[in-house]
């Protein structure tokens, strides 16, 4: 016997009408690429949502072509977001910060049809565009008055031309709710990017998964500044799940130094906010520099990799603001847990729920995990054992465009390629990725915990921990450091600071330090750099 319920589709349009027609007076503000701030409503939103439908089927697109954008976090990049799916077009955002062959290679392997091309990245595509093989056309995002001369870019549409004269009024359509809405590529550190492609039901899910209150807990009261990029996994899924609740937006646009977004916080009131490590660092160092306080932020998401404890402690003691500890992947649209202490909690000293908060988190519903030995076996989810993480569920890839990468799913469950341990009360904790985790003498050493160690350090700026090939050990790890200006701090210091924080055979064999520390496109440190630089490395004997 079937239920007596309406079948009505899943769809990424019917969030834009329902905050157009529930929060329509609600802002969305916007730090332009023009540099100026740009403030408009929901209802404001959806009518603009609606013209970029309209300025695509003018321009032949067709549903199912994939519609490039290459752009920042803005109030342009977010109507693109709506008036693409919501036509039946899909949506693939761009990482600028990758190598120019990169971006090259993910605009042929999609096929993109048009480019949306915010200002400051225009030359950029000018000079990639000769080996872009199915643009037609390259929108620059802004008007015509900001429109850089000398551009040699063939067939150039500029974005407010195109929706100028549209009415605004086209009626989205209704079709299957499996029908792709956005497509986003993996960071590539090994071998080619690879694209997930998410349909609208995934996304829909996603954004009612992400809005829980054990998740990310927004609401019509929140302001919400995204810092995760709208080109990175769509910023999150905050684009979606903040309309979805009627939350205010404030995007921040290219600028995510420290001074640009603490301004942003005050003046726009933020409550809520979400990125990387490596742009909370650049704002603690404002903020201390400057003996400058936070007003009405109150959670700070932090994700991408894992947040060392001195800055979960900084935010909390010195600013006042919650961090919550999260992770996921391009491949789960890409919320898979985020870190709130449950109330019994309360009850622990702060060194306690300190070590609760490093934790990655519990998964909403939604989200299956378990971790399994290298034969397949589930492993207890007692805390203590780890192994390979697996995941299941409605916004959960089930293979790679173009079916890149063979089968992706092992039994039903995806591969995360991360180790980590599983404990009663649900928190998932990353130990390591599966092919950075250092193999000792037979037993796994975490190189996350001791980069978090070493990062405790006041010297430290940032850590990075590799194996190095050992004739004895198989592996010894080596600490690789990036002092902070000004600082001092030598191997001897490093080591006897490590000493009682971590296992004993745990300890480096040698410390190496360096000006910088390479990252990923997306913030991560990059390890096959490390590796690739200290290949010929011998650790010290004796």
């Known amino acids: 016997m079937l239920g007596l319920m309406q079948d009505r589709p899943l769809l990424i349009q019917q969030i834009i009408e329902h905050a157009a027609l529930n929060h329509g007076d609600t802002e969305i503000v916007s730090r332009r ?18 013209q970029v439908a309209e300025a695509l089927i003018a321009l032949g697109i067709h549903p199912g072509d994939r519609i490039g954008t290459l752009a920042w976090n803005g109030y342009r990049h977010f109507e693109l977001y709506y008036g693409i799916s919501g036509m039946g077009a899909v ?41 872009l093989k199915t643009v037609r056309h390259v929108v620059a995002m802004t008007d015509r008055a900001h429109l850089p001369a000398g551009l040699d870019i063939p067939n150039l549409l500029v974005y407010e031309e195109l929706l100028h004269d549209k009415p605004g009024t086209y009626e989205w359509p209704e079709f299957d709710e499996r029908t792709a809405s956005s497509l986003c590529y993996t960071s590539g550190t090994t071998g080619n990017p690879k694209g997930v492609l998410y349909h609208h039901r995934s996304t829909v899910l996603h954004a009612y998964g992400s809005a829980l209150p054990d998740t990310l807990g927004l ?17 999150w899924g905050l684009p979606y799940s903040g309309p979805l609740v009627g939350a205010k ?40 520099a400057n003996n400058l306080r936070l007003s009405t932020l109150k959670y700070a998401v932090i994700g991408g990799s894992a947040a060392p404890p001195a800055m979960i402690e900084a935010f909390d003691k010195e600013f006042g603001v919650e961090v919550l500890h999260a992770w996921g992947m391009t491949e789960m649209s890409p919320l898979g847990t985020v870190n709130h202490p449950k109330a ?36 207890p989810r007692d805390g203590k054992a780890f192994g390979d993480l697996m995941v299941r569920g409605p916004w959960i890839t089930s293979g790679y465009f173009k079916g890149e990468g063979g089968e992706a799913l092992v039994d039903g469950w995806f591969p995360t390629g991360d180790v980590a ?15 950075d985790v250092i193999k000792s003498g037979g037993e796994w050493i975490s190189s996350i915990d001791l980069e978090n160690a070493a990062m405790a350090h006041p010297a430290v700026a940032e850590a990075a921990v590799i194996g190095v090939a050992h004739s004895k050990w198989d592996e010894r790890p080596l600490l690789i450091v990036h002092r902070k200006a000004g600082a001092t701090v030598d191997k001897k210091e490093l080591l006897e600071f490590l000493a009682g924080k971590v296992a004993k055979w745990w300890l480096p064999d040698d410390v190496q330090f360096v000006d910088a520390i390479p990252h990923t496109a ?8 490390l590796r690739e630089d200290f290949k010929d490395y011998r650790l010290p004997t004796g």
Not at 349 to 369: I, N, T, Y
């Open 421 to 435: 341990t599983l404990d009663p009360d649900g928190y998932m904790q990353i130990t390591d990725r599966s092919k």
């Open 344 to 379: 019994r909690h309360a009850a622990l000293s702060a060194s306690e729920l300190l070590e609760v908060r490093l934790k990655q988190g519990r998964p909403p519903f939604g989200v299956d995990m378990k971790i399994v030995d290298d034969s397949g076996k589930d492993l």
């Open 91 to 131: 949506c693939h955002t761009i990482n600028p910060r990758l190598f120019p062959e990169q971006i090259v290679y993910i605009v042929n392997h999609a096929e993109d049809r048009l480019l949306f091309v915010d200002l400051n990245l225009l030359p950029a595509v000018e000079k990639l565009l000769p080996q």
């Open 522 to 529: 997306t913030g991560k440190i990059l390890k096959t750099r």
């Open 249 to 288: 937006l404030v995007f921040p646009g290219p600028a995510l130094d420290g001074a640009s977004l603490y301004e942003l916080f005050e003046k726009e009131g933020v409550v809520f906010t979400a990125g990387v490590p490596t742009v909370w660092l650049a704002l603690l160092n404002h903020m201390r």
């Open 33 to 50: 690429v023009e540099g100026d701030i740009h403030r408009y409503t929901y209802r404001d939103a959806r009518t603009r949502a609606r």
């Open 219 to 235: 609401s019509a009261r929140s302001v919400v500044l995204p810092v995760v990029p709208m080109f990175h996994v769509n910023a």
